[in-house]
């Protein structure tokens, strides 16, 4: 029973289940609305990149946020770090497709910074005119309602098909060929 003097709860008895479920629904709506800020800024981050709104798609990320490529094409970095490399990495991005999403698919996770996203990329290189059809799953991490960690699945061969031009193709040989060649039989 409340002490009337303090109007605070008892601590045992009804009210202590009272307070305890009360508590319990907050955190779930509490996860719930987290859940949901974090699955309505991955589906703003596919309209800025289909809008090729580079710059705004970066601020998405934490000022350290980091995007990862598991399978990235030959010639392409696997991880980039911060808003400068994620900008530069991205920038071109506009120039070399016209592309749109659709199928947006989120699997939920107990953790509500956690998105787990499956969706289609479909449009076009822009410069080679070829269409795109790309299947992507993305793991992405957010904090304080932005991307920290950014994990991106989805193949290549797509990517080199559809935009790929003779220059891009040797550009990637060559960087191929340096990384296998053995530092001892390079020449000055």
Do not use: C
């Given at each position: 029973?409340?002490?009337?003097?303090?109007?605070?709860?008892?601590?045992?008895?009804?009210?202590?289940?009272?307070?305890?479920?009360?508590?319990?629904?907050?955190?779930?709506?509490?996860?719930?609305?987290?859940?949901?800020?974090?699955?309505?800024?991955?589906?703003?981050?596919?309209?800025?990149?289909?809008?090729?709104?580079?710059?705004e798609w970066v601020e998405l990320f934490d000022p350290d946020g980091v995007l990862e490529f598991p399978y990235p094409p030959p010639g392409?970095?696997?991880?980039?770090?911060?808003?400068?490399?994620?900008?530069?990495?991205?920038?071109?991005?506009?120039?070399?497709?016209?592309?749109?999403?659709?199928?947006?698919?989120?699997?939920?996770?107990?953790?509500?910074?956690?998105?787990?996203?499956?969706?289609?990329?479909?449009?076009?290189?822009?410069?080679?005119?070829?269409?795109?059809?790309?299947?992507?799953?993305?793991?992405?991490?957010?904090?304080?309602?932005?991307?920290?960690?950014?994990?991106?699945?989805?193949?290549?061969?797509?990517?080199?098909?559809?935009?790929?031009?003779?220059?891009?193709?040797?550009?990637?040989?060559?960087?191929?060929?340096?990384?296998?060649?053995?530092?001892?039989?390079?020449?000055?």
């Amino acid at each position: 029973m409340a002490d009337p003097t303090t109007s605070e709860p008892s601590i045992s008895g009804p009210n202590l289940i009272r307070d305890y479920r009360h508590r319990e629904v907050t955190t779930v709506e509490t996860d719930q609305q987290s859940r949901a800020r974090s699955q309505a800024l991955f589906a703003r981050n596919l309209d800025y990149i289909s809008e090729g709104r580079i710059r705004e798609w970066v601020e998405l990320f934490d000022p350290d946020g980091v995007l990862e490529f598991p399978y990235p094409p030959p010639g392409v970095a696997p991880r980039f770090v911060g808003h400068n490399e994620l900008y530069e990495h991205m920038k071109e991005f506009p120039k070399q497709f016209d592309v749109r999403f659709s199928g947006l698919v989120f699997h939920e996770t107990t953790d509500p910074d956690l998105v787990i996203a499956e969706f289609v990329g479909h449009g076009r290189g822009v410069v080679t005119r070829r269409q795109f059809h790309q299947v992507y799953i993305s793991v992405v991490r957010f904090r304080n309602g932005r991307i920290v960690h950014f994990r991106d699945f989805w193949n290549p061969l797509v990517t080199i098909r559809t935009a790929a031009t003779v220059g891009h193709v040797w550009r990637g040989l060559v960087d191929l060929v340096r990384k296998r060649r053995p530092v001892s039989s390079r020449h000055p």
